[in-house]
């Protein structure tokens, strides 16, 4: 089946006698038996829910769509794309043992790794992911894990994921990608031979701004370990958000194929012109394009950064991405907020870079919005 059709008929088929076209809301926080054979049939493996933490519905439809998509054997959902990212890599590192990651993560995931997980005793080192002797370099006996992101913000950079999977398979690590900014229709780590995958379904899977929740999927034998840590850490995500999740998920291909030409057009229409020093946009991520993230980087010395955040017009400073509305972020005040200067300078993020997450609305118009408020904001 193509990734269109796959895309919007992924859903199982609901078992009740009331055939509704969509899942309904499955709203409760337990199932009931009519027996105890019932029951016990459950843990046999017969029924198929017992109470909602442990599995529900809907957030099953969430974890098996995405699953789909991805080419996976199996998914779950989770409260948020951290606890995705948590309870992934729980499932294989232990205190005592050692991830590496790329050096220039999502802020939250570099939060959670090298304050949270560092004070259960798990140890990680940050590295550059463009040179594989600096990455082999930094593996140590108890390495367990080898972490990062399939295209990493906010400077775009698209990551050689078969690299990650030959450095994998040669040290014996479980390879885990975020694959939030790329998605399933444009890039499938897990056909390359990534182990495992997490989203921040609150992005692109979700896609509409109203949700936050996670998923990660992979081979049937790490989602029976990623499972567990879901349902014994508490990470599950609630029936309503999977609900409105796997709503939004069905119109993933539109979305994105759109909002794909509309980050090329704008990264097109942006590259070169007077005040721009320098437009982030990837290539040869996929044929049906390089996804919907654009960052720019103002040259300050004609342009006032503070001029042009607020003649932005009807596109606003949102720190998040990828709704279906054309949005703005400003790094180094948010998401990199916390680094010292010298990370900043090493990571290239500085005053002037801006990051859009591009929407669905009129390339033109998207376009133009832009160029006037980079017009406004160069100093006479
Ligand atoms: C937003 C984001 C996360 C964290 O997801 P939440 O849903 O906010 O917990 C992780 N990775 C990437 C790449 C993200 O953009």
Known sequence: MDFYTKNVHYSKKSKDQIHSKVTPIYQTSAFTFRSLEELEGYYEGQGNYLYS????????????????????????????????????????????????????????????????LQEVGVEASFVSFENKQEIVA???????????????????????????????????????????????????????????????????????????????????????RVTQKVVNLGANLSPFESWLACRGLKTLSIRMERQSHNAEELAKGLDGYRGVKKVYYPTGLSPLGNGAMVSIELDSSLCDVNTFFSSLGWIKIVP??????????????????????????ELGITRGLVRISVGIENDQDIVSAFRQAIDQSLQK
């Open 320 to 345: 998040t991405l990828a709704g279906i509305e054309t949005t703005v972020s400003y790094p180094i005040a948010t998401s990199h907020r916390a680094l010292s200067q010298e990370s900043l300078d």
């Open 138 to 224: 930094a593996i140590r006996p108890n390495t367990k894990v080898i972490y990062s992101e399939s295209v990493t913000n906010p400077l775009l950079r698209v990551e050689n994921l078969k690299q990650v999977v030959e450095i994998a398979k040669e040290y014996n690590l479980v390879s885990i990608i975020d694959n939030t900014f790329a998605t399933p229709f444009l890039c499938k780590p897990l056909e390359v031979g990534v182990d495992l995958v997490v989203h921040s379904a609150t992005k692109y899977i979700g896609g509409h701004s109203d949700v936050t929740a996670g998923v990660v999927v992979g081979s049937s034998a790490l989602m029976d």
């Open 53 to 116: 933490r442990v599995g529900n519905p809907n957030t099953d439809e969430l974890g098996q769509g995405v699953a789909a998509l991805e080419g996976a054997d199996a998914g779950v959902a989770t409260s948020s794309g951290l606890s995705a990212v948590l309870v992934s890599i729980l499932s294989v590192a232990h205190a005592g043992d050692h991830i590496i990651a790329n050096d220039d993560l999502y802020g939250g995931t570099f939060q959670l790794i090298a304050k949270e």
